[in-house]
């Protein structure tokens, strides 16, 4: 089993800034994928960013040049960076990582933008 807990989310304004953490404990075998998902009220949940095994990263065009995935393997965590922040950011963030072959997922943080 592998638990995933996010932090980092808050209240910014319009513009700001954010940095999200999403840090994995326990049997963590194989990591085939650490993504980022989020859902804003009354709408699906959608994936805003991704990441290999290898580092490769790819993000929604709605973030894309705002948002920036890292990872600290030492730390078992990965970091979304948040920049330029726009009120239909606004959302429950998500991590979910598959693990050899299993999907987990944390139980989100919220951002609200707004000012």
């Known amino acids: 089993q592998v638990q995933l807990v996010e932090s980092g989310g808050g209240l910014v304004q319009p513009g700001g800034s954010l940095r999200l953490s999403c840090t994995a404990s326990?049997?963590?075998?194989?990591?085939?994928?650490m993504d980022w998902y989020r859902q804003a009220p009354g709408k699906e949940r959608e994936l805003v960013a991704t990441?290999?095994?290898?580092?490769?990263?790819n993000y929604a065009d709605s973030v894309k040049g705002r948002f920036t995935d890292s990872r600290d393997n030492a730390k078992n965590t990965v970091y979304l960076q948040m920049n330029s922040l726009k009120p239909e950011d606004t959302a429950v963030y998500y991590c979910?990582?598959?693990?050899?072959?299993?999907?987990?997922w944390g139980p989100g943080t919220q951002v609200t933008v707004s000012s």
């Open positions: 990441m290999t095994s290898g580092g490769t990263t």
């Open positions: 979910n990582w598959v693990v050899s072959g299993r999907s987990y």
């Open positions: 326990g049997s963590i075998g194989s990591i085939n994928a």
